[in-house]
């Protein structure tokens, strides 16, 4: 059933649930109840799986349905911190830390009878204006909603303009050990990351640090632009599918992605060349230990074909992904 | 029995308990019992204390006592991120999200039988290292413990050196509305703030935005250098006693400070320059409100005569200062 | 004889000298004479062309040949500043300031008997390395040379690795108006910018600011990561044809380039979140000016589908791309 | 003559011409004739001095006096890169690579007839304000002018306030090996540092890269406060007498200064953080190589001892200080 690289990825090498015949959740609004908005070990869970069961996952957009119209002001109908709702918290059974969860997204589909996505300017936020962190004394840039109808294939973004779908969640999480963050911000646990290859056809790493890895999930992006300029990409409620697994005494300090032809380290802070340093320095360890690499060779390789992606650079910490194409880890 | 200037802080002139005869607590180990390593609304409160009243505070040093001689290794004896441990959380009757709690510093003595203070090189931790964040290849630098001996007048650094005590904490706060931060970051809550004028005869503004405020205090400091270079000051346990107060509806967006000769605006944040610029947007605002400056005045005024601390570059957010003297304040 | 996106881009649109016969230079080593190590205003021109004139340039690699075999030293051959030798000042007839000069690359071949390329560790430079800038007290990483062949189809990394050649300039620049910029750095000048972009079949445009222009070009890498993460790409010695034009007022602030499939602006600055924003701010303005976007319709936009190329975090300054598709630009 | 730290301090100890009676010069506007926008190997040298010489410089405001009245706007009257006119380069006489050059600030009176100073706000400059690298798309904040009259003892803000006259010199530097960088850009070669404690009363120590070590010396300034934040001083035109020494083969990196109480090492960077590690780092080194410390002895006690002065975080590069104090320099 699955594609070959699929077969071949450390989640069913080396899942604890590889072989099992999975189990198919349904995580509705229902279920939910109440959306988060930090990702903690506080909160309670709403499911318990098993390591390979699957997951349909209903996600509400960032803005949790608030904004409607085009004339709708984003500083009247949002209210900080209560943004970015994310489903979960899920429990994987047998997750303890020093392992690590395995998000397979398989599909993500728009949700709702109206599918649409929303895309705002919101004062002080987006990475061409002054913040609440780097703080100016300068007019905030004007308010604007665009919203757009999508579908499966495309989103409707303007007479002039169709924009391909290309679907991703944009935070993605397991539970700090003691912290609890805000959806907002991504760090070593994962969050708010935004980088558009989290979508269906790519594997999440994630290190556990709480018993049951607590998984959130949210802020799913039909489509989104390196580094999210503005602050927001196309954000839509979705039906997301992924696929679960539990990997046993993995040790890894910052979140890893794999798809077809490639691997990823990904790392979070501020200033944006230390998510870079982190990013690019996780994927050299992940070639040391499992690739046959010698660290400095690693080190010059990657200077030679290393591919970076731009998560954002407008969340309260910046998001870089380091790459190395599959072709280069054969042996 | 107060000093002149405190009779015109804003604590004594808007402080809802200013007038009151205030109540003494002690906030033993035993009432402690359990410290917190995350500054957050999900922990217990360990007492609820009267607007205006007083709270002696016996602090932990920074390791929780866990490093005892100078043969000793911190990467053996610390474990991430139980570390820095904080008293409270302190219930302030009638605080609400929108309020402002004041923490006057009266007095801060040295705990124990056998004073003395604790400063360590950290592996991956400093100003001056690769870290968890600036993420190098570079081997660590070698881990190095120092314990000296101090009183209330001196530490004993060395046959060399004997540095002054001045007491500060380097870590105050209020919970974060949502979020539960650990004890090592600092950002608009308060936090790991590390600045040195966070001492006797201070007092701390600090915006409250959960029911209660839930007041934390802790990480003293015998004496630090700013910017807290090499990652550690004379890290000490201490009895450490705070009068605290609640202004009414202060809007406030990051903790502020003020003593005999200065008010002060607190920015934490990476870059560092983010740092700087929160902090004095922040004293800009508080000039503009309470002290009748046009805000373009201000900030050319600020260019003359601003005063800048650095508290901490170590920590996972840096701290920085901005201040004015009280004889530009005078109309 | 041009393939047709040649024919519509702005060089070809508004260069003063698309329609000439274009006579076609050899700047040969012996022409050259002296290598230059600062991109200014005060050294010799070695010739002086028409706009629309073809020119043929020996470059020398980033080390100017000192580096020979893997048992070198770098720190023992290389001396700070004279480092990555570049070709020209090139003078440009009817180059004014508040003009720009194009420059398409036509093709990169690896030059003499015995096409080789270094890359290596030099010791205080690299992404994950304490380096001059981000000073740290941790030793140095292990000085390395690697010396690879290479063809023009590939390089021979190692046994394991064959990379595909992929050459482009990592040093292309015209004089700023007054300051003398070591070879080393990029600005808005250009200078050092290592953007794996800039190769054959694209066109850069820089913003004239001296008489002449003065155009340097250098620094041939074989291929190159993203962020040139190591410090050093595959450094050789190149044959580089570029053909130069010149558009008369065009005013810009940053360099900007453009292929077949995009447009980009370029910008190079510290933290590197700044270049980021300096990328994407000169992106916008080209959409807005040429190809009838309004401002903030362009800035939501990128936020859907703009792309990201990491030049270097490196150099003293850092360089990041943002680039917008074609497709989107058709109206 | 001297007082005693003087006797004591590096110049007077190593200075070639410590013991020489020294020869006074004055440069005077008409012998400067030309002033420099670029310091740099490539400028004409106005005068040559002997080691221990004195020379009494007239300098011009950082706007050479083109902002004369509060109703002026900056934007009109400014054109970069001509700001912030510098006298000399002065040559010295035996002044080789690998030395340094002792610059001891004896004295700064206001020049003129009318003596005042200009504070201003310039579009796009200043830290609380998107700028050319930190790129925003926010409106500029509004132009302003303030002309203040001075004289040696005060500074007549407004009705309000006066401030006292707290002389520096903002700009002083020693050429590049062959770099010329635009006086506003602050780097290893000293320039436009901002440091509030480079004033009558200081020894700056500038390595010398360029044969005859090349001083310049502008940008004097009334009063500033830590970092500048409008984005200038009070900018005045002054008569400063300096004492110019060279000290033979003494290896430094970076610029340091010397006064009665402290030494302090500098650093020029973004992100300010780096400004800050390269100041500790070489004030580390300078007392390991002079003062009989062990490394992490010293980072160590400076993390408790250690002031910093933020210079400026408004120009190309930002300038931070670290200081010790001269009392823990003692054996």
Redesign the interface.
Known sequence: MYIEWIKNSVMMQRGVGADRDPVTHHLTEEIQKKFH??I?P?SDPVMTIKPGDRVIVDTRDAFEGAIKSETDKPSELLTL??LNPQNGPIMIEGAEKGDVVAVYIEKMVPRGDDPHGI?C?IPQF?????T???????????E?V?RVRLDGEH?Y??K??T?PYRPHIGTLSVS???????ALTPDNHGGNMDVPDIGPGSITYLPVRSPGARLFIGDAHA????????????EYASTTTIKVDLIKNWKI?WPRMENAHAIMGI?S??????A???A???L?RWMVSDFGFD???A??????????R?GN?VDPK?TMG?MISKD?LQ?
């Open positions: 908005y930090t903690g506080y911190p209560y895309c300017l987006g990475a061409l204006t002054g609440e962190y780097t703080a100016t004394l300068n007019d905030s840039l004007p604007m665009k989103i973004w303007s002039r303009h924009l700090p050990e003691i912290d609890s963050i805000n489509c989104q632009g390196d580094g999210e300029v503005c602050g927001t990409a196309v300090d790392g802070a501020r200033p944006l060349e230390d870079g340093r982190i690019y320095r996780e050299i660290q400095w060779d080190y010059m390789l990657l200077s030679q074909c290393g591919k970076v731009l650079f910046y380091a280069y042996e």
